[in-house]
């Protein structure tokens, strides 16, 4: 039985997803699918060529067509165009979600039963959209962003201490936007709560700065986002799933009652195994966790009413 995944978008993340898991091995072959083809083609061969250097058995194929997808235990969609300065994320939403209809109108198909990783912004939304437009049962499709925004928060941490790196747990909760949920109470460093650590003040400029994160990036770069820890994140969940590890990660997935909300995509700890989201944990917030938790849904909802009224009515 082969590991096969899929990459669909060869841009910047998907190239450090792809080139990610051909440096471990994880999968046997990597089809990448972009609709510009010698983009495809030009990525998986510097791949496969980087994967042969350190005696890899991972082989990285540019797909000819769809057809090439079939039999992927995983696919990752990061299709989709990255925003510039100046820009939120959710200025992407309908100009993404057009490229989402055509990504998973062309899976369906070809890939009905294989577990999707969106990573295309404005994340939750677009999360919900696959969703939608494949029909799929909850478990088989995740949103990153979680494990981006904690790995994040813990590399702030470390910039605050000057010391701990390395044994950071950090946690964020909720959406992939301003609303996001940095969780310093649950965050530690090799097991010392933050607040034994650092000061009110300084927690608090912690949360902020992971809150803005990927805006700094943008603004750093300015012609488009972060992908060397947006695309290893996402590498981290493929290699949950293809190894049925059973390891809790915050993930993006669609709610159905948990933490009291239903329909809308938030991000959460899951447990991911070999199905996909197998198991969703609900961690116990404090009143004003739960307030923040409950303003992130929100935002997330404002934009899945937006695509509900101008992009599904329309199809
Ligand atoms: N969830 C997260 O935490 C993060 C999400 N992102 C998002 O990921 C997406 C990709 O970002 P980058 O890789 O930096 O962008 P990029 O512009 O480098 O790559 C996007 C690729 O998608 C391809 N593409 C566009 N439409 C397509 C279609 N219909 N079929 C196949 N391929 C198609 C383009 O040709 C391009 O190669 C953006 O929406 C960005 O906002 C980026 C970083 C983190
Ligand atoms: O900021 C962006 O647009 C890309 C992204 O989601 C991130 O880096 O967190």
Redesign the pocket.
């Known amino acids: 039985m082969t590991n096969k995944v899929s990459i669909i978008g060869a841009g910047n993340v998907g190239s450090i997803v792809g080139y990610s898991l051909a440096m471990q091995g994880l999968a046997h072959e990597i089809i990448l699918v972009d609709r510009d083809t010698d983009r495809a083609k030009g990525k998986a061969l510097d791949m496969s060529h980087a994967a042969s250097a350190v005696r890899s058995h991972s082989i990285v194929r540019a797909a000819e067509s769809y057809e090439d997808v079939r039999g992927s235990k995983v696919i990752i969609i990061t299709a989709g165009f ?2 510039k300065p100046g ?3 959710e200025d ?1 939403l309908l100009k993404n979600a057009e490229i989402m209809k055509d990504v998973v109108d062309n899976l369906k198909s070809v890939a009905p039963d294989a577990v999707i990783i969106v ?1 295309s ?3 939750d939304a677009m999360t919900y959209a696959a969703l939608k437009i494949g029909g799929f049962p909850r478990n088989q499709v995740l949103g990153m ?1 979680g494990i ?2 904690s790995a ?1 928060m813990a590399y702030f941490i470390y910039e605050k201490l000057g010391y701990g790196a390395g044994q950071i747990r950090a946690s964020v909760i909720g959406g ?1 936007g301003d609303f996001m949920v940095p969780l310093p109470k649950y965050s530690t460093v090799a097991g010392v709560p933050l607040s034994d650590l650092l000061s009110q003040k300084e927690i608090e400029e912690v949360v902020e700065r992971t809150k803005h ?3 700094e ?2 603004g750093y770069l300015k012609t ?4 060397f ?2 695309g290893k994140s996402t590498a981290i969940m493929v290699e949950a799933i293809l190894k049925d590890s059973k390891q809790i990660f915050p993930c993006a997935v669609l709610l159905d009652g948990e933490y009291g909300v239903k329909n809308v995509v938030n991000g959460v700890p899951v447990m991911l195994g070999s199905n996909g989201a197998e198991k969703v944990i609900e961690v116990t917030l404090d009143p004003c966790e739960r307030e923040l938790f409950r303003r992130s849904t929100d935002a997330v909802k404002e934009m899945i009413d937006v695509l509900e009224k101008d992009f599904f009515k329309e199809k």
């Open positions: 990255p925003r820009m939120t994320r992407l990573v912004n404005p994340l962003a981006l925004d994040r992939h994160a990927g805006a990036i943008v488009g986002s972060a992908y820890a947006p």
